[in-house]
């Protein structure tokens, strides 16, 4: 009797086990997405010292069919998310087998490399503003100094995001680095030199060997800053707040602005869910492709 | 008697002279008496001024023996602390400073306390100016009005726009001060001189810059952005052939005679290129003029004087308000509201007023403006501010100002940059100004668009 006691509580325990668990995953995610699910149907009000909410979907829907700043803040963020990721992955890829190559110095290199990631964002944007300053920054400077022209650098709409793009890569290469760097030192060396005595070249040995072995860690660093470039927000609030016109306008430093600035709760609340619907598409397109190449 | 005992009877001497002596030669008289009062809090804004709001507070205590602990915020986070504060259980905060703009989401919200339910008696003395009656709350009407309305709130800061100029470099061309937008562009052939000089820099960045800076030329065609807002007609008039010429005339200076990156020079932008010598004129808040006379920040020490911003020729003298309000939530303890309104009272006086100038802020009383301060060289922006407040008024004064000032700072920029007409950028931001009108259930209407 006693025996089948024990048992049914051992068998019933591993379930109680999880219980902290579910409730901590339901007080820190399931709560918030659901309030905030109720807060994109919703208008919020403050009157008499509290909130009052409304229901209207239709209100709010009505405001994201209207919003003309959102349309450019799209396009912008798709390029921004595209190009940024795209040259950090590349340039963290070629630094990663760069460094991972020397053999004097390597831990040297590594510490000055991820640097840039550990400058505070509010310090990145104002150092890069100032070197990107029309008349005093130290571009310009160099620029006229070899008598060329000039660069309009945050004030022209063909420039600004190419701009903004440039600050968000220096800042993030070596998040990617980090990652492949910790991959392509995790290569077995003994791969490396059968290739090479049987010829290959360092071209063949990087493109053949490495770049296929280093295919999750690439998938990982793509991932990973696809997801934060997509929410990129502190560097072009602090070096462009969007403008000139909407040309750096990216899609979290509008939510910011209706949120937080035009105190449009409900509507900030839906354009927050569409977001998160973006990334967790673009999210599982990658995977898909990632899969249907593994198939193949 | 040796010269030790000499000494010591000297210093006992000393000692007893100074603790006989009557007590007001130990402490200044304080500017008002408010009495022992628990310590408060502020939230307060780091913005340029706020080096002479902590010393005057400081003179506060200093007088009182009362204790104010300052939570110092960037512009950037203020709005969110103290939405979180009086949005919450109890305020952290017993004063909050809000921006101009802000305020009608929290006097709306009902999270105030009118200054009148902590002491009956409490008024503004008549010299405290008050910026378009910003402070005031008629909630029938919706609007910010003594007539009708509660007192809400008092300015700590009030700012307008001073029009700045180098003395040595108009002299040397030989022009005078502008008087006139149309003496400013002819200075331009003169004074223009890229990149080593521009003639004139004004505040063209997306958002509130740009929108606050337009509205100057605005007002001095006489366009307006709602047709009766106070009265509730909310038909949208932005798109009037006078707005469009103060577009207009708004571009031609600020890319005739400013620098190429027009369209995105903030306000930090502005100070620095007239405190570096590279600009000779410029259209600055009165709040930075510290600035130019601080040998550590200015290359122009003692060369920059002021007058009032430019009118068009035949139209009218314009001065836009951007001020800010200190307001006593409504969840905090009565003592604490007591205590807070208590420093108010005390801050309010012309003594705590002339000290506040004195540490480099602007005041907001009248009679300081007219004092002998104005007659020195350190205080030579008062003129000129003091004729601006004849005809400062407030803009977007109404619950969707936020809304309006988002749609304006986009078009405005949109047209300076090129990317648009001026009729275009109009049309388009009368279109969507109308809307939020119209989803906020107001009269609306627009006037028809300008041809494009």
């Known amino acids: 009797m006693l025996a089948a006691t024990a048992a049914a509580l051992n068998r019933g ?27 994109s149907v919703s208008t919020i009000e403050f009157a008499e010292g509290r909130a009052h909410w409304s229901f209207t979907p239709a209100h709010n829907v009505a405001l994201l069919a209207s919003d003309v700043v959102l349309r450019p803040a799209i396009v912008n963020t798709a390029i921004f998310v595209v190009v940024a990721v795209a040259a950090e992955v590349f340039l963290g890829l070629l630094l990663a087998l760069f460094i991972a190559r020397l053999e004097r110095g390597k831990g040297l290199a590594r510490t000055v490399m991820i640097l840039p990631m550990l400058v505070p964002p509010v310090a990145i ?14 571009f310009n400077q160099a620029f006229t100094a070899i008598g060329l022209e000039p660069v309009n650098w945050l004030g022209s709409t063909s420039v600004a995001l190419a701009a903004v793009i440039l600050v968000d890569i220096w800042h993030w290469i070596p998040f990617v680095f980090l990652i492949l760097f910790a991959a392509v030192e995790g290569i077995p060396s003994d791969v490396i030199e059968a290739a090479r005595i049987d010829g290959a070249t360092t071209g063949q040995i990087a493109r053949r060997i490495m770049v296929p072995l280093l295919k999750p860690a690439l998938a990982i660093a793509f991932i990973f800053r696809g997801i934060l470039a997509f929410k990129t927000f502190d560097e072009v609030y602090l070096l462009t707040s969007g403008g000139p016109g909407t040309s750096t306008e990216l899609v979290s430093l509008h939510l910011y602005k209706v949120f937080f600035e035009q105190n449009l709760l409900g509507y900030g609340a839906l354009l927050s869910l569409a977001l998160i619907a973006a990334i967790a598409s673009a999210l599982l397109m990658s995977r898909r492709a990632l899969a249907g190449r593994k198939r193949r | 008697m040796t010269d030790t005992r000499f000494a010591l009877i000297m210093l006992a001497a000393a000692a007893a002279l100074t603790f006989s002596a009557p007590p007001d030669l130990h402490a200044q008289q304080a500017f008002a008496e408010v009495g022992k009062q628990p310590p408060i809090t502020i939230l307060i804004n780091s913005s340029p001024w706020y080096a002479g709001f902590e010393k005057t507070v400081e003179l506060y205590e200093q007088q009182t023996g009362n204790k104010v602990k300052l939570d110092t915020t960037p512009y950037g986070g203020m709005l969110e602390k103290a939405r979180n504060a009086v949005r919450g259980e109890k305020s952290p905060y017993d004063l909050i400073n809000l921006d101009t703009q802000w305020t009608i989401e929290f006097y709306e919200g009902g999270f105030l306390t009118p200054l009148k339910d902590v002491d009956s008696s409490f008024d503004l003395p008549k010299e405290v100016l008050t910026y378009g009656d910003s402070g005031y709350w008629n909630a029938e009407k919706r609007w910010r009005t003594p ?5 809400m709130a008092w300015s700590p800061n009030g700012n307008v726009d001073l029009f700045l100029y180098r003395e040595d470099v108009l002299k040397e061309a030989g022009l005078a001060p502008p008087q006139t937008w149309e003496d400013v562009l002819a200075a331009c052939a003169k004074l223009q001189d890229p990149p080593k000089r521009y003639a004139v820099v004004i505040r063209g960045e997306r958002g509130n810059g740009i929108r606050f800076e337009w509205m100057y030329f605005m007002q001095g065609k006489g366009a307006t952005v709602v047709k009766d807002a106070a009265n509730g007609d909310y038909t949208v008039t932005i798109n009037s052939p006078q707005a469009k010429a103060a577009l207009d005339l708004f571009i031609e200076v600020a890319k005739r005679c400013g ?6 020079l903030g306000q930090g932008d502005v100070i620095q290129l007239l405190a570096t010598g590279k600009a000779a004129e410029a259209m600055v808040v009165s709040a930075a003029w510290s600035n130019f006379d601080d040998p550590a920040k200015s290359a122009v020490v003692g060369k920059v004087m002021a007058v009032p911003v430019p009118a068009p020729v035949g139209g009218r003298r314009p001065a836009v308000l951007g001020n800010w309000n200190m307001a006593i939530p409504k969840n905090v303890p ?16 012309a003594g705590a007023q002339r000290a ?43 619950a969707e100002g936020a809304q309006v000032e988002q749609i304006l700072g986009l078009r405005l920029n949109q047209a300076l940059i090129g990317e648009m007409s001026s009729a275009k950028a109009l049309n388009a931001a009368a279109r969507e100004i109308e809307e939020v009108f119209k989803k906020n259930g107001r009269r609306t209407g627009t006037l028809p668009p300008l041809p494009e």
């Open chain 1, 125 to 138: 944007g104002s150092m890069w503003k100032l070197m990107y300053n029309y008349d005093f920054g130290l």
């Open chain 1, 13 to 39: 325990f591993r379930y109680w086990a999880l219980l902290p668990a579910v409730l901590l995953f339901v007080a820190l995610t399931l709560y918030p997405t659901a309030n905030l699910l109720r807060m």
């Open chain 2, 147 to 151: 007539s009708g309305g509660k007192l």
């Open chain 2, 259 to 264: 620098p190429p990156n027009a369209g995105a």
């Open chain 2, 334 to 349: 009565d003592t604490q509201k007591k205590a807070a309104l208590a420093f108010s009272r005390w801050f309010l006086t």
């Open chain 2, 356 to 398: 506040y100038a004195e540490a480099g802020s602007i005041p907001v009383r009248s009679d300081t403006f007219q004092s002998d301060l104005a007659r020195t060289p350190k205080f030579r922006w008062m003129p000129a501010y003091l004729e601006m407040q004849k005809y400062a008024s407030q803009e977007l004064g109404f």
